[in-house]
């Protein structure tokens, strides 16, 4: 089956074109490197350098690869930025989804897996939350994903085109086999900030806020291994090749754990000090976000084999001691 991979070249989108290849599907990858690396794209898939937003090269694509199906990752994604550049987020997340719907109804292309987010939830009331939960972003990324989701879901009543979006908790670790892993720069995302501080990169952590209505005052997340993640992915397109209908699951592991319990666990896997200081809060960032995943391991059979936090900060931090500097272009 021919797979277009867009983000292809980013930290989950080339943990997708990495599985997809071993499992023998033809890769082709549109990215335009905004935050993605080349190098981290496997030789095996065809790599075309561009924009989302420009029709003529996903027709080409469409086209001359004859592709069947598409796995949509590329997005702005940080939740910080989005409440400083609200305009950034709509432009590239909501005007890229709609340049990909009118190719996609254009070339007849039915099936797009979808990467949505646990950010369209907003302060969930529920301790799990699962699917059916309000939908109340607090941040304008947030607010483009689930805009992305609606556009999708009227595109497959006018025009068929199924979808199964897949709402991501906060996703973390590296491919076992350590050939590629998370470069972000600047980085955000909180287990590689503490990775770094471990490596001497950073003089310390800071913990944003520990005021928050929980435990211990930190932020609770709910963390699932990148290779999971990815293996739900292909369990949703073989659902769809099987199934003509569309779904919706949250991904994630069920257990929530806080930022300072994160930085206690890495201190264990690691053995080195971490520095950690308390600061303000960031704008957009709900208490608590932990999965209700049922769904997903009941309708597509899927069953993550990353049980523990150590575990998933394990792979991280081998990807982070063997390339220091991430990758080198
Ligand atoms: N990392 C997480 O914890 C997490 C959680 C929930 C959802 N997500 C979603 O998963 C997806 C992938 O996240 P990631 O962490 O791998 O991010 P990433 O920034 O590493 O990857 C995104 C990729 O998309 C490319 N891209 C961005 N805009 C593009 C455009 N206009 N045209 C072509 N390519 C473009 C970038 O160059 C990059 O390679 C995003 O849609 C994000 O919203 C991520
Ligand atoms: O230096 C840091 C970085 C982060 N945090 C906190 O750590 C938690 C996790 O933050 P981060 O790793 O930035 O992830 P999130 O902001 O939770 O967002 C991720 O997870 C979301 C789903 O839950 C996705 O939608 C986003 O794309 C993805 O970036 C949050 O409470 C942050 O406030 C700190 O305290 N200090």
Not at 158 to 187: M, Q
């Amino acid at each position: 089956m021919n797979v277009l991979v867009i983000g292809g070249a980013g930290y989950i989108g080339s943990h997708a074109v990495n599985k997809l290849v071993k499992k023998g599907y033809a890769v082709s990858v549109l990215d335009n490197l905004i935050t993605g690396h080349r190098e981290a794209v496997d030789a095996s898939a065809k790599f075309y350098l561009g924009d989302i937003r420009d029709k003529k090269i996903l027709n080409q694509i469409i086209q001359e690869d004859s592709i069947e199906a598409i796995f949509h990752f590329a997005a702005s994604s940080l939740v910080g930025e989005s409440v400083e550049q609200p305009l950034k987020y709509f432009n590239n997340n909501v005007v890229g989804m709609e340049v990909l719907l009118e190719a996609m109804q254009e070339n007849d292309v039915k099936k797009i897996i979808f990467s949505s987010t646990a950010a369209v939830y907003g302060e969930a009331e529920a301790s799990l939350i699962t699917e059916a939960e309000p939908k109340q972003p607090t941040s304008p990324y947030g607010e483009s994903k689930l805009m992305m989701e609606n556009m999708i879901k009227w595109c497959d009543l006018a025009y068929g085109i199924k979808f199964v979006s897949l709402r991501y908790f906060n996703v973390a670790g590296a491919l076992r086999t350590g050939e590629i892993g998370e470069d972000h720069d600047p980085e955000t995302h909180l287990i590689p900030i503490v990775l770094q501080a471990a490596l001497g990169q950073r003089e310390e952590i800071t913990i944003f806020g520990d005021d928050y209505n929980t435990p211990d005052g930190t932020c609770i997340r709910d963390y699932v291994h990148v290779e999971d993640l990815i293996e739900a992915h292909i369990l949703s397109l073989e659902y769809l090749n099987q199934h003509n209908d569309s779904q919706i699951f949250n991904l994630g592991s069920s257990t929530g754990y806080s930022v300072k319990e994160i930085v206690d666990a890495s201190r264990k896997v690691t053995g080195k000090d971490i520095p950690a200081i308390m600061g303000e809060r960031r704008a957009g960032d709900p208490a608590k976000l932990v999965a209700a995943s049922e769904k997903a391991r009941e309708i597509l059979g899927w069953q993550p084999a990353y049980e523990t936090i150590e575990d998933i900060i394990q792979t991280a931090w081998n990807w982070h001691k063997a390339n220091p500097a991430g990758y080198v272009e």
